[in-house]
C-alpha cells in the first residue's frame, strides 16, 4: 500500500465483520422512535416498521385537517428529543442545499450551545478563520448568516456554502462545538466527524438525472458517521 512505501514499513490489515459500535436504525414519528433492525440477531423487525408507519399516516392526517391539507416540517421537537436522550451531536441529511439552509432558518430562536464559554471559543475560530478573507469578502451576507447559526451550536454544510466556512465548520463539528449539523451528501465522505446520532430527512434523492431511493452502500457510508 502507499502507506508502506511512504513509511518503508510492512503493513498490516486487519478486519472485522462486527462494527465496533453497533448501529442502532430506527424511525422517529411523533417523538418516539421506532427500532427497525436487530443488530444481534440481524433480523428486520417488521412490526416496528409497521407501528412507525401507521403512526405516520394518523399522525400525517392530523396535520393536513389542521393545515387544510399542506404539511410543514417542524426540526424543534426532534431536536430537543435529541438533546433529551444525550444523542446529539447530530448529523442531519437533507439532500437538498435549500432544505438545508431552511432547516437551519427555522431554528433561529434555538441556541445550542452549553453557554458562553463555548460561544465565545466559537467566535473566535470562525473569527480567525474568515479573518483570512479580504475586508470586502468578509461581508458577504453568507459569512454573518453562518456564524449567527454556528455561534448557537447549529452548522450548515453543502457545495453552496464558501470553501472558509465550510473547513471552519468542520473543525468547529470536530470540537463538539456543533450539536446539530444540517449537510448534504457530500459531508460523508473524506471528512473526519463522527457523530452519536445521524439522521435522514428522506430517502430519495437526485442523482444528477432523477429522483432515486439511497442505495444500501449510500445509507451505510452516511450512517456510519454515527
Not at 39 to 67: G, I, P, V, W
Not at 75 to 104: G, N, Q
Not at 203 to 220: A, N, T, V
Request: a positive charge; charged letters at 25%; hydrophobic letters at 35%.
Amino acid at each position: 500500500t502507499w502507506v508502506g512505501r511512504t513509511r518503508q514499513r510492512t503493513v498490516y490489515v486487519e478486519s472485522t465483520s462486527q462494527r465496533p459500535v453497533p448501529l442502532v436504525h430506527s424511525i422517529y414519528v411523533k417523538n418516539q422512535l421506532f427500532p427497525v433492525f436487530d443488530t444481534t440477531k440481524r433480523q428486520f423487525m417488521h412490526m416496528n416498521f409497521k407501528n412507525a408507519a401507521d403512526k405516520e399516516k394518523e399522525s400525517s392526517s392530523c396535520s393536513n385537517l389542521r393545515s387544510g391539507g399542506g404539511r410543514q416540517v417542524s426540526w424543534v421537537p426532534l431536536i430537543k428529543y435529541l438533546r433529551k436522550y444525550e444523542l446529539d451531536p447530530a448529523i442531519i441529511f437533507c439532500f437538498s442545499k435549500r432544505k438545508c439552509e431552511e432547516a437551519a432558518d427555522s431554528l433561529r430562536a434555538t441556541d445550542l450551545t452549553s453557554g458562553a464559554a463555548d460561544r465565545n471559543k466559537i467566535h473566535l475560530i470562525y473569527q480567525g478563520a474568515i479573518g483570512r478573507l479580504s475586508p470586502a469578502d468578509q461581508r458577504v451576507p453568507q459569512i454573518a448568516r453562518c456564524r449567527d447559526n454556528l455561534k448557537r451550536g447549529i452548522g450548515v454544510h453543502h457545495a453552496g456554502i464558501l470553501p472558509i466556512v465550510k473547513e471552519a465548520t468542520e473543525v468547529l463539528f470536530q470540537q463538539g462545538l456543533i450539536r446539530i449539523l444540517f449537510c448534504t451528501e457530500t459531508f460523508a465522505v473524506g471528512v473526519n466527524a463522527p457523530a452519536r446520532t445521524v439522521v435522514f430527512s428522506g430517502i430519495r434523492k437526485w442523482d444528477g438525472s432523477s429522483m432515486r431511493i439511497l442505495e444500501p452502500g449510500e445509507y451505510i457510508q452516511m450512517a456510519g458517521r454515527a
